[in-house]
């Protein structure tokens, strides 16, 4: 099945540090959904973009839904410790159902302090 | 906390066992989902329920046996897993098929075969 490209895979940084990651894809899609994932949790939602070129933010976090439909990125602003974990992207392709969604690999965000 | 919670949050059992997996959703949702995540690997959608009727199975093999009795829960019978079985397991919940929902992740059961 089509799959989302996600990078990096891993990301080490200070903390105070802004962090950007993305997704791509070779197909269109209708939604872009970003989540984060601690240990031994499931993920939770953090953004969610409904229409090409929506910039969404939700606090020091945000997100964009590419203008061409397939690919979105996640920013983070001045990170701090308890933004440590998995960043998933997710999405819903046209035609392949509402319930169908695609997952990225994930960027594993690590911060020194 | 998601509104989607599931039990157990551990579970070792052997390769002859059988267990089963709760979960269950208070956001009012009407589909419900079953995931497994394995290290290092996307999310792999395994069965949908919407309206208590399955409608998706992800070629799941059949030792894996899900139950929806309603649209608040949903169980998932384990039979003869194999060790490349362990993994977390998790549920999730939308609330319909016909719009493009986010989907809400319980915490997840992480599964051990021995």
């Known amino acids: 099945g089509q799959q989302l490209n996600q990078s990096p895979q891993s990301m080490f940084i200070q903390e105070g540090e802004d962090v950007s990651m993305n997704c791509t894809s070779s197909?269109?899609?209708?939604?872009w959904l970003w989540y984060k994932q601690d240990p031994g949790e499931g993920p939770v939602l953090l953004i969610a973009l409904y229409k090409a070129g929506e910039l969404t933010s939700n606090g020091r976090l945000t997100a964009q839904f590419g203008i061409t439909r397939k690919d979105s990125f996640l920013n983070i602003s001045a990170s701090i410790p308890s933004d440590v974990g998995i960043y998933f992207c997710a999405g819903h392709q046209p035609f392949q159902g509402a319930q169908k969604l695609v997952f990225g690999q994930g960027t594993r965000l690590t911060i020194n302090p | 906390e998601t509104g989607v919670t599931q039990t157990p949050r551990h579970l070792v059992m052997g390769m002859t066992n059988k267990k089963s997996l709760k979960c269950e959703q208070h956001?009012?949702?009407?589909?419900m989902y079953w995931y497994k995540q394995s290290a290092k690997k996307p999310l792999e959608l395994m069965f949908v329920?919407?309206?208590?009727?399955?409608?998706e199975n992800n070629s799941v093999p059949s030792r894996f046996s899900p139950e929806c009795p309603n649209s608040s829960h949903l169980f998932l019978h384990l039979h003869t897993l194999q060790p490349e079985d362990s993994a977390l397991y998790l549920c999730?919940?939308?609330?319909?098929?016909?719009?493009?929902?986010?989907?809400?992740f319980g915490p997840g059961t992480r599964l051990l075969v021995l």
């Open positions: 956001l009012g949702h009407n589909a």
């Open positions: 329920y919407n309206f208590k009727e399955q409608t």
């Open positions: 197909s269109i899609f209708n939604t």
């Open positions: 999730a919940s939308s609330q319909d098929e016909e719009a493009q929902e986010t989907q809400y």
